[in-house]
């Protein structure tokens, strides 16, 4: 079931379109993406979605709501975090938390959700001094308060270390885990790979393509790369003979193979068939970076 729905939104600014025709849909549960670069209309797009901005053509539901026509009985049911969502310096973590769930009928016990995300020890800091990581805690915390169906995630990870980025990857499958349908936005391709079941591929205003992750990379058209050290005497033709096999070449003991479809698998059982083992083996695959450079024509 549909839990939001966009048909044909459209959004200018002066003479700017900055969406364009925008159309997809979110299934109840997902974690679904809106990727692309920056200046795409990705934040624009949810900001519709969410009733902050009024859209010049098209229709939006979120969960059967109109965003601008019931905008107060869409904040009962929708969390938001948005991208440069500051907060007052000197607010502390459970004055924000409270804060906010003053705003709902039904919130969350703020001392829960601050022992869920692990801010339970950071209650009494201030805003200012939390990391960039426990920030964007928080920002997911304040996006939970209400107990909401749906949640909207702005470019959740911008600026952060490899570390804390992952750990706030952990918090967004928590959230998944736990019922609530995540909307994604982001522009790391990494981030939508592991953590989205679908994603809309937006470039310039417009939906290039919405399907899988992998779905995606397949459209890139790229070939697969495997590259190995035989552990003993290996038969070329054998391997040339499968139809995933494009190619065969020697780099000194290395064998590098190119294909497509199930190519590692096949290869590698093939092999295994021999007693012979692809040592220091390395896959290369289509990636999301290929499927966006294939999709957009590669434009900047």
């Known amino acids: 079931m549909a839990v939001i729905e966009v048909e044909r939104l459209h959004k200018r600014y002066g003479r700017f379109t900055a969406v364009d025709e925008v159309s997809f849909e979110v299934g109840e549960g997902e974690v679904f993406g809106i990727l692309g670069p920056n200046g795409a209309g990705k934040t624009t797009t949810v900001e519709c979605l969410s009733g902050l901005r009024a859209p010049d053509g098209g229709r939006i539901s979120v969960l059967g709501l109109d965003p601008v026509r019931q905008r107060e009985d869409l904040r009962q049911v929708l969390g938001v975090q948005l991208q440069q969502a500051g ?29 869920r995300l692990g801010l339970a020890e950071k209650a009494g800091e201030r805003y200012k001094r939390l990391s960039g990581g426990q920030q964007q805690r928080l920002a997911i915390a304040l996006a939970l308060i209400g107990n909401p169906e749906v949640v909207i995630l702005d470019e959740l990870t911008t600026g952060l270390d490899p570390h804390a980025r992952r750990t706030v990857w952990e918090l967004v499958e928590q959230v998944r885990a736990s019922g609530v349908t995540v909307l994604l ?55 040339r003979a499968l139809p995933e096999v494009a190619g065969l070449v020697w780099h000194g003991p290395v064998v590098e193979i190119t294909g497509t479809g199930n190519l590692v698998q096949v290869v590698t059982a093939q092999l295994a068939r021999r007693q012979i083992i692809a040592a220091d083996l390395r896959v290369d695959q289509a990636s999301l970076d290929d499927a966006f450079v294939a999709l957009t024509g590669g434009r900047e």
């Open 87 to 115: 907060l007052p310096d000197r607010l502390k973590v459970r004055e924000a938390l409270e804060l906010y769930a003053s705003f709902y009928r039904r919130p969350a016990d703020p001392v829960e959700l601050m022992h």
């Open 185 to 239: 936005v982001t522009h790391f391709m990494e981030e939508a790979e592991r953590l989205c079941d679908r994603v809309a591929l937006i470039d310039r205003g417009r939906v290039v393509a919405v399907d899988t992750p992998a779905g995606l990379a397949a459209r890139a058209g790229q070939q697969q790369r495997m590259r190995f050290r035989p552990s003993g005497p290996l038969d070329e033709e054998l391997l």
